[in-house]
């Protein structure tokens, strides 16, 4: 993608709409787009005497013919998205105007761009870091209220903001002590290691609680999975409906109706939730119901939260009790929803003896078939993520490449502490502390980044951006 050429796509999604929006950039972009640009009121008026930030009615123009009339919005370098001049023509939503333009800007040797290849030539000309540019991406893609807020703090640079401070800390050292070298015969010491020692203690505890936010973003991010599980005939399949307020799954009265995980996604207050009706759990009949109930074990590994469901009126507190200690055991948020209460009283419903043992677990009576209580549910829901996320730290990191970015640094601080306890030469903790600064530095790109790591990032956005 490394060019100084002048590229062109469509910016606005394919498809016939009242408008399209296509982008131009690069150092001939004005000079290009003024051949086959005609002023709506002044033949003679030219494209490359406009100011930048500026917009202009006219035509699209093929030799003497007209294609549309469009308006033509000029900005010049390096005041504009990429840092290069740009040019952005609004022709009519024709599929036909729109091939057309393209063509036209091909025949003046404007060519067409590769996909995320505006943003990069962003993120190359300084207009903002790599994590900024990833989190365009993410906004792009952002389908729910949580997931757009995360992104846009990024794209702002909150993110990259903390990083590039541990990394200026770190600098400020890595100097001190390649300076010592330079002074070794001198023996005389420029860093303070006790600082430094304090200064890598308060670089773990805020690169490991950026790396624990990764659990909550990515879920954030990607929606919440919610598991329903429980006893055939508990009324999943009726659970999941009434939440989604539809008859998406089969409900029948005969049990292992459900063989196979439904999943389904509802926003509750912004948030994503991907909810997955699982087969019931029990000694399977046949092969296919045997391959159902492994599926259902596999959502509830996968799963952030798990609706554990059961017939109020047949199951037993030690049933309950089993149950609830099994998944409780595996880490997640946990919710004990007597269902089926219809003609019960809470009191009779959720035993004072389970709520006792299982303090941690969110207990709740509903009838599904009647929607009771399923308001309260979905409010429970979006309360425990709140919770979740209100113990994480201000930044939520949802990439899995700062994830990993983020381990190395904290794995290669280890060793400097190693090696400062070891009192290792200042040579062998330089070597670590650069390596360290390789690790923090390949999140927002202030490394020298390898060509592949960029080509994967900037290949998975939409053409035009």
Same mark, same amino acid.
């Given at each position: ?22 982008? *131009? ?110 989190? *365009? ?81 990515? *879920? ?246």
């Amino acid at each position: 993608m490394i060019s100084n050429d002048t590229i062109c796509a469509l910016a606005t999604a394919n498809g016939m709409g009242a408008i399209a929006v296509l982008r *131009v950039s690069g150092p001939e972009a004005i000079s290009k787009v003024a051949q086959i640009y005609q002023s709506k009121f002044n033949k003679n008026k030219s494209l490359m005497d406009a100011a930048s930030h500026t917009i202009h009615l006219g035509y699209v123009m093929d030799g003497e013919t007209i294609i549309d009339e469009a308006l033509f919005s000029i900005f010049k370098n390096p005041h504009s998205y990429t840092g290069e001049d740009v040019v952005e023509i609004s022709t009519h939503g024709s599929i036909y105007i729109q091939q057309k333009v393209l063509e036209l800007l091909n025949k003046v040797g404007i060519r067409n761009a590769n996909p995320g290849e505006y943003t990069f030539r962003a993120f190359w000309n300084g207009k903002m870091d790599l994590t900024q540019a990833e989190a *365009v991406a993410d906004l792009i893609t952002s389908d729910s209220k949580a997931s757009h807020e995360i992104a846009i703090k990024q794209m702002r640079g909150g993110f990259s903001n903390q990083i590039k401070d541990l990394r200026e800390q770190m600098i400020n050292f890595a100097a001190l002590i390649e300076l010592e070298l330079d002074f070794s015969e001198e023996d005389v010491a420029f860093a303070d290691r006790g600082q430094f020692y304090t200064l890598l203690n308060n670089l773990q505890q805020l690169l490991k609680r950026l790396a624990d936010s990764f659990a909550f973003g990515n *879920v954030i991010k990607n929606g919440v999975p919610v598991a329903i599980v429980g006893a055939p005939n508990a009324g999943k399949s009726t659970l999941l409906n009434a939440l989604l307020n539809e008859e998406r799954a089969i409900v029948s009265d005969i049990e292992g109706t459900t063989r196979d995980t439904i999943e389904e996604t509802l926003y509750i207050e912004g948030v994503g939730f991907r909810f997955i009706d699982t087969a019931g759990i029990r000694e399977a009949g046949d092969q296919i119901e045997r391959i159902g109930i492994e599926k259902t074990f596999e959502k509830i590994a996968d799963a952030t939260i798990v609706l554990f469901l059961y017939d109020a009126n047949i199951t037993s507190d030690n049933q309950i009790s089993q149950q609830l200690d099994a998944l409780n055991s595996k880490g997640k948020i946990v919710f004990n929803i007597a269902n089926k209460v219809d003609v019960l009283s809470e009191e009779q419903v959720i035993s004072d003896a389970i709520q006792e043992e299982f303090k941690d677990v969110i207990h709740l009576p509903i009838s599904a078939k009647d929607g009771y209580q399923i308001d309260e549910l979905k409010q429970q829901l979006i309360r425990q993520i709140q919770l979740k996320g209100s113990s994480q730290d201000d930044t939520i990191v949802t990439n899995s490449r700062h994830l990993e970015a983020l381990q190395n640094t904290l794995m290669q601080i280890g060793k400097i502490k190693q090696g400062m306890d070891m009192e290792i030469p200042g040579d062998l903790l330089a070597m670590d502390i650069r390596e360290a600064l390789h690790y923090l530095g390949q999140i927002t790109g202030e490394i020298d980044v390898d060509q592949d790591i960029l080509g994967t990032i900037f290949g998975k956005f939409c053409i035009g951006k």
